[in-house]
């Protein structure tokens, strides 16, 4: 180990200034540089003291730290010639030896090392932690040593205890021998265990489980059948009997325990203690058999918890005293019957115990006003916990509302306790007193104030209790407790707050609740600022919840005026900045709408500056809200609806209805023209705003769909026109499913009946039992009489009885009852109880209303006869194929499955077979690939379907129809790029309009043909998408060839440019008016003089007149120069050129300064028309006679203002570097090393003789 010491700064100073006295006395010159020695520039590491030598560093805390052990440790094993599975060593350290060790050190994170023996054995060395290296050993010996397979046969019963709990024991077992150990399975009769491993791992393996299996040979087990009615005796009073055969023998002995009703006693253990203890337990079960009798007795049911007592002490106290063992009858029967067994002249003292413990406790009961009782209890319990610290056997029980105290515990502690508490009693009716006054209800929080402030500050000051009843009690009571003068204070103070509260003005204000938010302000904010302008008035928001616009404003008059009307202008400002409008925007088109990774809706909110809010991707909802100011709001609208009407054959019809039917035809809610909406496939339906006065109603979806509510829209207006009523009756939530029926059956018969409009509550609705019937006046009746009729039929409940086979309870039952839950929402609410799990009996309870009942009977029929007729079909599609069947998340199978009622399972995938497509179907050809597979079907390539035979066949076909197919179509080789479109755009935008895969061959294949894979129903839809765009690129190409036409002209360079102009703006016009391209040459170009125009032949000729009229322009100008001093350059061009842009417009010419470095850096050109070009050269020459005074004056005063040259300082003398005294090649016989020797410094890769020992120590190479 080297010792390397730094010299800084610093530490040199360091050593200066400590030894300054002792070297000035040396001699040395204090105006000097002094010059360290050797050992001081670099002082030497202090060395290790030897054992017990105090005068070196103390050590310290480190001296206690203990060694830290190393975690890793280090294993190597051999694997023979004949036993390696990889035996080609031309490529040891690069086959598959070093990819499987590879893979197995990234798995088990151990370090694995191979190395090839002289026997050509391979020896492998691992280095990690204990559980790394038993891990990658397994590995290796599994994958890198061949595998031999033996048997061993223990008995069945042992097998278990090879595995151990949860596994732990086999687990061990494999790792410490590195082998796998199969283990047939409970239900497998068979008794041998498989091991495969190496050789030397088989026999260590065999030989465990035989020590285990003989360890278990050992061992015995019995069971011994005897009436439960002698179980205690044989266990003993507290166990003591058994425990002392269990001491005695060395046996186990499992006795279970009263609670459960089973006769069998257990003994495990050894063979001949087994044996031992089965005879002590039969000789005492014969003895107590043949001496013991029995008596009854009967104990009121209430007193049996006493003869029994806690955890059934009592009872083993009557057994150890007499003997006797009392039988108790469970607590769920209603028998009073004791029964007491045991030897005749011992069950007298039994039976008197019996009796003294079932009377030990008595129960008694004291009355006191319900009001009173928290008194009595004291605060924090402290009047009743002093009872029963004195007494702790007596227990005090209160029950709320009533006015008994029950007391139960030993007699006489009872009687000390009923008497103390009674006197408790006495006393607080002496000194305590209440009074309830009538306030109302709507006046209590405000009585109770933030947070509680004025009803416990009234109680602290009178000492009362106020209890005010909670607002869902609908109670207008409230009671005031305490001391009497107390009582008194706080009714007079409540009632002057209520007399105070219902003289102070309460207003409401209707605020649409999306405004609240921003009127309250992130962390309330805004809200605070309105409460302190206006302390006196009280501002109360709805909760968010209640979904409710009034907000409550309560004060003196004028404060709540005022406040109101600040409010109002606050909410004004927020209206005009917050228009709202909903569009509906079928759910289909959102995410065209949103645009990948939400390009198009970011695009459309920067440029309209709006919010606007879609639906999540899991809500039913359809609308689209958009927020801001009202044109803004409009743009975003529109182009949302544009974007919609190109993806979809969409229709929008407007419908001229009088305004005031609006809201008759939009119903309590919008009831009504929902109804309308999902009658008709779901197309929108868009009422004009509120006091718009617009007649004009607009009806957007499909075609058809359109037309339908269009017809609809117009008989329900003209029918409200005429004569429309509507009537509104109440029917339970769970009834609702039930009254529509299933598919909505049942109201349309009712609605085709009578002629009336049915009307559901929808899921957001406050009142979902409320059900409008809309229609003309004889029609609602009537459907309001066949309502009520189904409604009262349903409230009729009832309980049936239905027989089903056990064998079919599963189903009903399975994924946590998911079929019984579907049952109860479709039939009202009807529950249906099958027998528990082990209960074997086909009897299965239905309840709830009749009709539901008798319903849900014939449902359950349904589904029974379903299972019946339920048949398997096997459906083989390949396997590659099967995720594009399940859909995203499996949703086109579930579509199937309900569609079908049929259950649908995929096989679990093959890895091994699982792979890229090698066969695609070409041309449409499904069926040459499910032939293929129909010669020899894979596992993995058959679908299970279940159900009736009918539906079962029908769901395989949907399968099928599935089943993606591939397509060819023809397009020229040249035209892919476009397809394809910028970074794929094109080609993303087809296959998800069209719903396919679109492949195009690879560039170098240079091949024509496109391959379209999807459904068949879209793969037309495609490819007739596909050679539209075909058609028109072959437009744009010809296009293309008119655009190509090429002009070229020739322009003098010096008017170049001119024509292009100042940042390029003349040729910019020029291009835009022409719609033409225009080249200039490059520099180095030969024709410098060539400018070429390419578009339209007749467009570059228009192009190429305007560029010369500009050069006739350009021609008629002349050219002077002029010299100008460069030194007033800068001053006439002026900052970023502005003073020069000025005069170029003012005198209409183009001035030219010499560029850095030129020859004649005062020459500048004007150009320009002869009569510009002389005003401007006068004006410039006026500038410079100007410019120079100010500069002459200024370097005449800076000459005055110059310092005198400094003299040149003489050069320093070279700087002597580093030096040091007294260096180790300083001694005599050493010379310091030679930098430029190649010797003492060698080049990497060159030889050099050894030469003698150094100051520096040997050299090392």
């Known amino acids: 180990m080297s010792s390397v010491a730094v010299l800084t700064p610093e530490s040199f100073a360091e050593h200066r200034s ?25 002082p030497p590491l202090p060395e290790k003291g030897a054992p017990g030598d105090k005068s070196g560093e103390p050590i310290g805390a480190w001296s206690k730290i203990r060694p830290i052990k190393s975690s890793v440790i280090t294993q190597v094993f051999h694997v023979p010639l004949e036993e390696r599975r990889y035996k080609d060593n031309s490529q040891f350290g690069e086959g598959e030896e070093a990819k499987v060790c590879l893979d197995i050190m990234q798995k088990t994170g151990a370090h694995i090392e191979l190395s090839l023996a002289k026997d050509q054995g391979l020896s492998i060395m691992v280095t990690g932690k204990l559980d790394s290296v038993m891990k990658a050993r397994k590995e290796i010996v599994a994958r890198l040593q061949t595998q031999a397979s033996a048997t061993v046969t223990i008995p069945k019963e042992h097998h278990r205890f090879v595995i151990g709990k949860n596994g732990e024991k086999l687990q061990e077992l494999e790792l410490k021998t590195a082998t796998k150990i199969n283990i047939p399975r409970p239900d497998d009769s068979s008794n041998q265990i498989k091991i495969t491993g190496t050789k030397e791992g088989i026999e260590k393996s065999r030989h465990e489980i035989l020590l285990i299996s003989a360890e278990q040979d050992k061992r015995a087990v019995e069971r011994i059948n005897l009436e ?38 257990f003994i495990t253990g050894e063979k001949e203690p087994v044996a031992q203890a089965g005879t002590r337990i039969r000789k005492i079960y014969e003895e107590k058999k043949r001496k013991t009798t029995t008596i009854s007795v009967e104990v009121k049911k209430s007193q049996h918890k006493y003869i029994i007592g806690p955890k059934g002490n009592t009872l083993q106290e009557i057994l150890d005293m007499t003997g006797v063992s009392v039988e108790m009858p469970s607590l769920e029967s209603s028998s009073e019957t004791i029964i007491l ?52 056997k007596v227990h005090i029980e209160f029950t709320d509302g009533d006015e008994k105290i029950t007391l139960e515990g030993p007699t006489e502690e009872v009687e000390i306790a009923q008497t103390q508490i009674q006197d408790i009693i006495n006393d607080l009716l002496t000194r305590m007193d209440y009074t309830e006054i009538t306030v109302e209800q709507k006046f209590h929080r405000h009585l109770i104030g933030k947070n509680g402030a004025n009803i416990n500050r009234i109680k602290e000051q009178c000492k009362v209790s106020v209890r005010i009843p909670p607002d869902n009690e609908k109670s207008h009571l409230i009671r005031i407790e305490g001391e009497p003068q107390g009582v008194q204070l706080a009714k007079k103070e409540l009632l002057e707050m209520a007399v105070r509260m219902e003289n102070e003005r309460t207003k409401d204000l209707i605020i649409e609740q999306r405004l609240h938010r921003s009127i309250i302000g992130q962390k309330g904010e805004k809200i605070k600022e309105v409460r302190d302008k206006f302390p006196e008035v009280i501002i109360n928001f709805p909760d968010p919840a209640q979904k409710s616009d009034i907000v409550q404003l309560r004060g003196p008059k004028n404060e709540v005026e005022k406040c109101g009307k600040f409010l109002q202008k606050v909410i004004a400002d927020l209206i005009e900045n917050s228009y709202s409008v909903s569009i509906p925007i079928f759910k289909q088109f959102h995410k065209n709408i949103i645009g990948k990774g939400g390009a198009n809706i970011k695009k459309i909110r920067e440029e309209t500056n709006t919010k606007i809010d879609l639906p999540t991707e899991n809500s039913n909802s359809e609308v689209i809200l958009i927020t801001g100011k009202k044109a803004n709001c409009e743009a975003a609208r529109d182009r949302i609806l544009s974007i919609q009407r190109e993806l979809a054959n969409i229709k929008e019809v407007d419908v001229l209805i009088p305004a005031k039917l609006h809201n008759s ?27 718009s006065g617009s007649d004009k109603v607009t009806i957007r979806g499909p075609v058809e769909e359109v037309e339908k509510a269009r017809k609809q829209l117009l008989q329900l207006a003209e029918e409200k026109q005429i004569n429309n009523c509507t009537v509104e009756l109440h029917a339970k ?103 528990r799990t082990g209960v074997q009996s086909d009897r299965v309870m239905l309840k709830g209303a009749k009709d539901c009942v008798e319903a849900a009977k014939r449902r359950i029929q349904e589904i029974i006869g379903d299972l019946e007729a339920q048949v398997t079909l096997e459906c083989v599609i390949p396997q590659r194929f099967h995720r594009a069947v399940m859909g995203l998340k499996g949703s086109k199978v579930q579509q199937i499955t309900r569609d079908y009622d049929v259950q649908i399972k995929f096989p679990e995938r093959d890895e091994n077979q699982a792979g890229p497509d090698l066969h695609p179907q070409e041309n449409g050809d499904l069926n ?73 061959p690879p560039p170098e294949q240079q091949s024509d043909v496109i391959k379209i894979t999807g459904l068949t129903a879209n793969l037309e839809r495609a490819r007739a998408g596909i050679l539209e765009r075909v058609r028109e690129l072959q437009a744009e190409q010809e296009d293309r060839a008119l655009r190509g036409f090429k002009l070229t002209m020739s322009v003098d360079p010096k008017y170049h440019p001119k024509i292009i102009g100042r940042k390029g703006a003349v040729i910019s016009q020029i291009r835009k008016d022409h719609d033409v391209n225009i080249q200039f040459p490059d520099k180095g170009d030969e024709n410098q003089d060539m400018i070429t125009i390419t578009g339209y032949e007749r467009n570059a000729e228009s192009a190429k007149d305007a560029i010369m009229k500009i050069v006739a322009d350009l021609e008629e100008m002349v050219s002077e120069d002029i010299n100008l001093d460069h030194r007033v350059h800068a001053r006439i061009i002026g900052g970023r050129g502005k003073a020069i842009r000025k005069i170029m417009e003012e005198f209409k010419v183009d001035i030219r300064f010499p560029p850095p470095g030129s020859d004649d850096p005062n020459r500048v050109t004007v150009t320009g028309l002869p009569e510009h070009v002389d005003n401007a050269i006068d004006h410039l020459l006026n500038l410079e006679e100007e410019y120079m005074m100010a500069i002459v004056e200024s370097e005449t005063m800076a000459a005055y203002m110059k310092p005198p040259s400094r003299v040149e300082e003489e050069p320093r003398g070279s700087a002597r570097g580093f030096v040091v005294r007294d260096a180790p090649w300083n001694a005599p016989g050493n010379k310091a090393p030679d930098v430029s020797s190649a010797e003492e410094f060698p080049m990497f890769g060159t030889v050099v003789a050894p030469r003698q020992a150094s100051a520096w120590g040997p050299k090392k190479f």
């Open 733 to 835: 939530p769970e009834y609702h499913k039930f009254l529509i029926g299933r598919g909505g059956g049942n109201i349309r018969r009712v609605r085709d009946r009578t002629g009336a409009r049915i009307i559901f509550p929808a899921a957001d609705d406050r009142d979902q039992e409320l059900i409008t019937i809309v229609g003309k006046e004889e029609a609602i009746k009537q459907a309001h009489k066949e309502l009520e009729i189904l409604i009262k039929n349903l409230d009729n409940v009832i309980e049936d009885l239905m027989i089903v086979d056990p064998k079919y309870h599963r189903h009903f039952v399975a994924r946590r009852g998911q079929v019984l839950r579907e049952i109860a929402e479709e039939y009202g609410g009807v529950t249906v109880s099958f027998p």
């Open 341 to 392: 067994r045991g030897e005749p002249d011992k069950l007298g003292p039994a039976l008197t115990q019996v009796y003294a413990k079932a009377k030990s406790v008595m129960v008694a009961e004291v009355t006191a006003p319900a009001w009173l009782h928290r008194f009595i209890i004291g605060k924090k319990g402290q009047n009743i916990g002093r009872i029963t610290q004195q007494l702790p």
């Open 928 to 1000: 040459s690939d499910l032939r293929e597979v129909e010669h020899a079907p894979r596992k993995c390539d058959i679908i299970v379907i279940s159900g009736r035979k009918e539906k079962c066949e029908a769901a395989r076909e949907a399968l099928l129809a599935l089943v993606p197919v591939t397509v060819d179509v023809e397009v020229p080789f040249d035209l892919h790029r476009y397809i394809i479109g910028q970074k794929g755009s094109g080609i993303r935008k087809m296959m998800e309009e069209y719903e396919v895969n679109i492949a195009v």
């Open 18 to 42: 400590g030894l300054g006295d002792q070297e000035t006395r040396g001699g040395v010159p204090e105006d000097e540089a002094y010059i360290p020695t050797y050992l001081e520039a670099f």
């Open 228 to 265: 439960k009615v002698f179980h205690p005796f044989i266990a003993g009073a507290y166990n003591k009997v058994v425990q002392e055969i269990m001491q005695e023998t060395g046996a186990r002995i499992n006795i279970p325990p009263p609670s459960i009703n089973k006769d069998e006693i």
């Open 665 to 691: 035809l939009i119903g309590a809610k919008g009831r009504l023209v929902r109804s309308l909406m999902e009658d008709c496939g779901g197309v929108h339906i868009h009422f004009p705003s509120e006091g």
